[in-house]
C-alpha cells in the first residue's frame, strides 16, 4: 500500500498471518487504532504518518517482527 489516506475505521490496517507487505508513505490517522500486525506478520513499514487515532498507534502482537523506517507517531490516544 503506498500514498493511501486511511481514516475512520476500527484498525486503520491490519496485518496478519505471515503477510509480508511493504506499506509506505499513508496517512493512518483518526482510526480506532492506527496498526495492528500480528500472527508471524513481517511487514516494512516506511515514511507513514500514524497520528491522531484514538487508542494505539500500532499494536504488535504474537511473533510479529514489522520493520520501522522513518515514521511518524503522533497524538495517538494511548499509545504512540
Known sequence: ???????????????G??????IFANKIRQN????VIN???QPTLESNQIEENGRDGIVVTNTAKPKL????????????
Not at 71 to 80: L, S, V
Open 1 to 15: 500500500a503506498q500514498g493511501n489516506v486511511i481514516r475512520q475505521q476500527g484498525f486503520g490496517i491490519a496485518i
Open 17 to 22: 498471518d505471515r503477510a509480508a507487505p511493504n
Open 32 to 35: 480506532k487504532y492506527g496498526m
Open 39 to 41: 500472527g508471524s506478520a
Open 69 to 80: 523506517k522513518a515514521n511518524t507517531f503522533a497524538n495517538n490516544g494511548d499509545y504512540d
